[in-house]
């Protein structure tokens, strides 16, 4: 286990590597010149070339690449121009509260969305089945933020059970149960889809399983059926549910965006969609390659937990 | 085509999908038609109008503009955006993937390197990185979202274009002189229509859905035009004072996104071939009973079969798996039940214990007696108890029936512990040693091994340590050679012999291999077409077959040591069991057949030896 | 005698653990050097458990699959290049599982004509004869060529593939397990229509099985593969009857025949692919290895007439 651990962890250095590449590539490519971006269209020509010497900009591609990317590694992902802070310490800030957000609802998908594709499969065709169907139907219907917006009309407006924002800071003031006021609207409206996904996908995964011999063969030594559909079974199951829930995480993540802007979450999601706004390229980069180094890590965690499933994997 | 549309519709839900869609699309299409206001014409002294206003049916929003209107175009935009960035995906890695699929080696792992990269990123996060280099708008927003899902079109793709390179038809197809373009054309291509199908409608929502996110944010269309989710966006100012100008578009899109995912499913349950046959349903913890009566209890035996009826109920039609079987099995004994496939032999087995899968399954008539006990019918817990304790299967594929995520000691445990409430350690002490009563080698360390580390034959020892592990008094074994090598065959086969010797096992043992009955039955019952034809002594029904079926079967099968010849063969097939044919169901292929056999039920007759059959070979 | 088909050190490695750049990780021998000759409208029946590398060498002699070493040579013609339209004229495959060798989207008309518009250019009412015949060759209706292979029994699909093969109007035919997915009653069927389509056609026939009481009632002569090595050769009523190796001795035991009592099998199992042993690769399973055995690989030497074995210490006739 612990030579895959360490073969898996290897294998992801040349898919960072190759994460900052597509993203210096992509920044790269946006029309316009940041010299003028930062220094206005009345600058002369004579300050944006200085800027662009000062920003390395004068330099062939590559070794743009390579002084990026060793800065990268020391820590340093330059200066936001538009809010004249490091770019580090803004995300930093911020990422916490986008974390706690986002784990909260994969946690909530994960749980909720096998629990849910257990039971449907169990009794398919049943009356809990048909109803969770539904459910997970329109859960996969709906947009989030539109699902969010209601909800703050019908939780902090009409009932006023709680409150619609007012995040400013994850580590500030507030204890837990303020905390846990806050997250849980967000986290529920974030949740909702990824569960629905998750629950389908359990479902079908479930089905499958329990048509195969081992099944019939489970029954055959007279195990309780309790135990071949929440042992046998969802074992087997979760050799293709674990992908999906690493591809959700990845939904959830990335959805925070939108759940941020609509509840005012002060998160690195609502950073992002600002900083593409005001065209603040260094915090994009920044903010993206530190989101996917993240998404990377939790998919190396999805697949050591994999292998730990099934052992087959391994060899 | 027609059969396609009768199966969407027979699901109603989809078909519930597929009315609001089409009226969605179809007021989208007459929207330039319709008498709407400008989308874009502002008034001022009109903001924020309630719905059902005057000249307003849905209010209007923060610039006075009338709502219906900008939800009607919005509508039209949204669905364009989604379904085009749907149909840019799918083709696009419908295409990487087939490529990749095919031709395998380098280029499938250079290209699903890159795909793997792709996906590396959060997926909404690489479009706002597309939208940041592009700038916002509609477009854009488009392109990033049809980028963004071409791998997951591309992985899905590859994964089943791999399955079909694979297949024999298109090795065939190189055999007959096709290139590799004309390969892919007419032959991976057309197999994989399908899978792109439900692959787009299924994900048509969901661009949709992210499209609309990427407006919401102001990222994809650009005042004044607006989608739904530029409505959406501009309208969450006013949320609490106006929330008519959220709720509108909001819903819009929910009904978009559920009537294309409802339809959606449809289209993947009428395409897929297994949900079609009603293959997909989960079988049941036991066998479901319907039967009307029955049959009064008789004899001594140990297992007493008696007018067993099995059924597979698929829609219509009724397939007579088991049709009024009967056997009986002694202490000790081992019977033979021999057939050809889909004669009824394996359904016959798990019958007794509420093995077959239901649905389609369903016993219809008959008893099955443990000691007098019926098994059919009894309550779940009774039945269960009874599993594996007093009768065990062996199945025939031991990669498949064994569980994979388990270590076979675990599993072993596992059938101890289930029926008898002793401690771990007494268990996996007592998993060891049967082990060692199937003669596998190092029987200590191999208790923790996982089924796909043993070779076949000890993976079928495994097996038969499992149904060894309470002492039943039955085993029943479902062709348990049959996927097995010939030399571990027989290894396999002298070991269940020893064990019937020494254990005083009864065994019904199912195959399809008249020599493999000669070496280890007492007595063999034969089945054709759901019935048993003719049962006696092995050596006497094997020397003088009475069945024309069973002498003519055995003639078919080659034995070794007789040299080159021509066989005898039996012209035509086996009936289908959904429509047997009156009489007896062999003799539209029996040389003997008579008017009279063609009609009414034929009885199974004699003592020791029985037959079924109006003018036996030899008298029963 | 002319020779129909003739194997000169024929061999195929499988590379496991492919990298992207740099050699793979191991290699898998799955055939060892062959080398066979069968005659003109001979049958030369192959048998071997799984793994024995059959299927492979099969693969090979069509093409589809490249030779890693050796020659093939088709009536006296070298076929080195893997190309299966090349060999397409001259050796057809018929498959193991009749049913899955036919494109489930195509009717069969298409799959028939396939192989008679690609591989000898015919068009219009020729072809539209040369299938008649073809379908009028192996006993099936000719109503059945508009319709898709799902309608099918294995038997029936089985002699669709069969008509497949013989519209490339080759010289030789690979049989790869025809009937192993075959009821009995069936299997008797298709075996009688290959003998009868071997003498209408004049053809060659390399039947791979792993049933030995199939393969002797249908060859010529027989091969024995173990673990990707020949180790006997010979003619049919001889190799089972009295063989010389002993793994064909414990094939030819371990045959359910009624009236033969159990047992006799004996123990073990194939060798790890990834790790072979030095000498014969039977000798862990042989009552009869030596020192010798164990040392070196025995090579296929003649014993008496046309019966050849691979073994120090052959049986006794």
Known sequence: MGGYILKRLLSAIPVLLGITVIVFLIMAMIPGDPATAILGSYATPENVARLNRFLGLDEPLWRQYFIWLGNLLQGDFGRSFALNRPVLDEILDRFSATLILAGTAFLLCAVLGIMAGVISAAGQYGPADKAITFVVILGISVPSFFLGMMMILLFAVQLRWLPASGMYSIWGGGDLPDLIRHLTMPAIALAVVATGVVARLSRGAMLEVLRQDFIRTARAKGVHERRVIWGHALRAAMVGIIPVLGIQAGFVLSGAVYIEIVFQWPGVGRMLVDAILRRDILLVQGGVVIIAACYVGFNIVVDVAQAWLDPRIKT | ?620 | ?317
């Open chain 2, 1 to 620: 085509m027609s059969l396609f549309l009768r199966l969407l519709f027979r699901n109603r839900l989809a078909g519930f999908g597929a009315v609001v869609l089409g009226v969605i699309v179809l007021l989208a299409l007459l929207t330039p038609l319709l008498p709407l206001h400008p989308p874009n014409e502002t008034s001022t002294a009109n903001r924020y109008l309630r719905p059902l206003s005057d000249g307003h049916l849905l209010g209007t929003d923060h610039l006075g503009r009338d709502l219906l209107s900008r939800l009607l175009w919005g509508t039209r935009l949204s669905l364009a955006v989604g379904f085009a960035a749907a149909l840019i995906a799918g083709l696009a890695g419908a295409a990487i993937g087939v490529m990749a699929g095919y031709f395998g080696g380098r280029t499938d792992n250079v290209t699903m390197r890159g795909i793997d990269m792709l996906m590396a990123f959060p997926y909404i996060l690489l479009a706002l990185a597309i939208v940041a280099v592009l700038g916002p708008g509609l477009l854009n927003a488009l392109i990033a979202v049809a980028v963004v899902n071409i791998p997951f079109f591309a992985r899905n793709i590859r994964g089943v274009t791999v399955g079909i390179a694979h297949r024999e038809f298109i090795d065939a197809a190189r055999l007959a002189g096709m290139g590799h373009a004309r390969i892919l054309l007419t032959e991976v291509v057309p197999n994989i229509v399908p899978v792109v199908v439900i692959a787009m409608s299924t994900t048509i929502g969901w661009m949709i859905l992210e499209t609309a996110g990427l407006s919401f944010l102001g990222l994809g269309s650009q005042p004044p035009q607006a989608d739904l989710g530029s409505m959406l966006g501009e309208a969450r100012s006013a949320l609490i004072t106006a929330p008519h100008t959220s709720i509108v578009p909001g819903v819009m899109i929910l009904l978009i996104v559920m009537s294309v995912n409802l339809l959606g499913d449809g289209i993947r349950d009428a395409l897929d071939p297994r949900l079609r046959s009603g293959a997909l349903a989960r079988p049941m913890a036991a066998t479901r009973v319907d039967r009307r009566e029955v049959p009064p209890a008789k004899g001594e035996a140990l297992l007493d079969i008696d007018a067993l009826e099995t059924q597979f109920q698929v829609g219509k039609r009724v397939y007579k798996a088991v049709n009024k079987v009967s056997l009986d099995l002694k202490p000790g004994e081992c019977l033979g039940l021999i057939g050809e496939s889909g004669s009824g032999k394996s359904v016959t087995a798990l019958s007794v214990m509420g093995l077959v899968a239901s649905p389609p399954g369903v016993i219809t008539g008959g008893a099955v007696r443990l000691d007098g006990q019926d098994l059919i019918g009894a309550p779940y817990e009774v039945l269960r108890a009874l599993r594996g304790r007093r009768v065990a299967y062996i199945f025939q594929d031991p990669l498949s029936t064994l569980h994979p995520l388990y270590r076979i000691g675990d599993q072993l445990i596992e059938a101890i512990r289930v029926h008898e409430p002793v401690s771990q350690a007494e268990a996996h002490k007592r998993a060891v040693k049967l082990l060692e009563d199937v003669q596998i080698p190092n029987a200590a360390g191999r208790v923790s091994a996982f089924p796909h580390e043993l070779s076949g034959g000890m993976r079928q020892r495994v097996g038969i340590a499992m149904a060894l592990a309470n002492d039943p008094d039955i085993i029943i074994a479902d062709e348990p050679t049959t996927a097995l090598d010939v030399t571990v065959q027989a290894q396999i086969l002298a070991l269940l012999d020893e064990l019937r010797q020494r254990r005083g096992l009864a065994i019904l043992f199912i195959t399809h291999d008249f020599g493999v009955v000669g070496q280890l039955c007492d007595r063999v019952a034969v089945m054709y077409g759901g019935r048993i034809v003719e049962t006696g002594p092995t050596r006497a029904v094997l020397d003088a077959p009475a069945h024309p079926y069973t002498r003519r079967l055995i003639a078919c099968v080659p034995e070794l040591g007789a040299g080159r010849r021509i066989l005898a063969a039996i012209p035509g097939l086996p009936p289908a069991v959904d429509q047997l044919p009156e009489g007896c169901a062999f003799a539209p292929r029996c040389d003997k057949a008579q008017a009279s056999c063609k009609t009414g039920e034929i009885d199974l007759t004699g003592t020791t030896r029985k037959v079924r059959c109006l003018f036996p070979e030899v008298a029963p």
């Open chain 3, 1 to 317: 005698m002319t020779l129909a088909l003739k194997t000169t050190d024929l061999a195929k490695t499988f590379d496991i653990g492919k990298r992207l750049i740099g050699p793979p990780r191991a290699q898998v021998h799955a055939v060892h050097p062959v080398s066979l000759e069968v005659a003109q409208g001979e049958t030369l029946g192959i048998v071997g458990e799984s793994g024995c590398g059959k299927s492979t060498l099969a693969r090979m002699l069509v093409g589809l699959e490249p030779p890693s070493a050796g020659q093939i040579e088709i009536e006296g013609r070298a076929l080195d290049r893997a190309d299966p339209a090349a060999f397409g004229r001259l050796i057809q495959y018929v498959f193991q599982h009749p049913v899955s060798s036919l494109n489930p989207r195509k009717t069969i008309r298409q799959i028939m004509e396939t192989p008679l518009r690609r591989l000898h250019g015919m068009r219009g009412a020729a072809l539209d004869a040369r299938i008649a015949e073809l379908f009028d060759a192996v006993n099936l209706r000719p109503e059945f060529l508009d319709r898709y292979p799902h309608e099918f029994s294995g038997g029936q699909a089985q002699r669709i593939g069969i008509a497949r093969a013989l519209a490339a109007s080759p010289r030789i035919l690979i049989l790869d397990e025809p009937v192993s997915a075959l009821d009995v009653s069936v299997q008797a069927q298709v075996l009688n229509l290959l003998a009868r389509l071997k003498d209408e056609f004049n053809l060659t026939y390399l039947f791979i099985s792993h049933d030995l009481a199939v393969v002797e009632a249908v060859s010529d002569r027989i091969a024995v593969l173990y673990f990707g090595s020949v180790v006997e050769t010979g003619p049919a009523e001889r190799v089972f009857a009295a063989p010389r190796h002993p793994y064909t001795r414990l094939l030819a035991d371990s045959a359910p025949v009624v009236g033969k009592p159990l047992g006799g099998a004996g123990h073990g199992e194939l060798p790890d692919p990834l790790n072979p042993p030095p000498g014969c690769t039977f000798a862990s399973r042989c009552p009869r290895a030596s020192d010798q055995c164990r040392g070196a690989v025995p090579e296929l030497r003649r014993m008496t007439g046309d019966q050849f074995a691979a073994c120090y210490h052959p049986l006794d006739p």
